[in-house]
Nanobody, 115 residues
Framework: QVQLVESGGGLVQPGGSLRLSCAAS???????MGWYRQAPGKERELVAV???????NHADSVKGRFTISRDNVKNTVYLQMSSMKPEDTAVYYC??????????WGQGTQVTVSS
């Protein structure tokens, strides 16, 4: 059974930093991994993705502040968040596209940016 387990969410002050981690288990082949987020009353949106080859794509709203990376040996993806803003407040979901299951989601972790 494929599972994605997130960790690292919490409360941070504006301008602060957090690092999210997502460990995948029960997976045979991962094509890409990434992070999405959903704020109250808004649709889920892409934050960043990374392919198995290390190619990354970050949303314009987080470019220069957030960095996605992955450890292919550990099947783990990370999201380093810096210079955080109140508008970054959301539930952050880990995502993976795996073979043969397709898209898999984590349970979500709350990130709150507030003074």
């Amino acid at each position: 059974q494929v599972q994605l387990v997130e960790s690292g969410g919490g409360l941070v002050q504006p301008g602060g930093s957090l690092r999210l981690s997502c460990a995948a288990s029960g997976i045979f082949s991962i094509n890409a991994m990434g992070w999405y987020r959903q704020a109250p009353g808004k649709e889920r949106e892409l934050v960043a993705v990374i392919t198995s080859g290390g190619i990354t794509n970050h949303a314009d709203s987080v470019k220069g502040r957030f960095t996605i990376s992955r450890d292919n040996v550990k099947n783990t993806v990370y999201l380093q968040m810096s210079s955080m803003k109140p508008e970054d407040t959301a539930v952050y979901y880990c995502w993976a596209n795996v073979a043969p299951q397709g898209n898999v989601w984590g349970q979500g972790t709350q990130v709150t940016v507030s003074s």
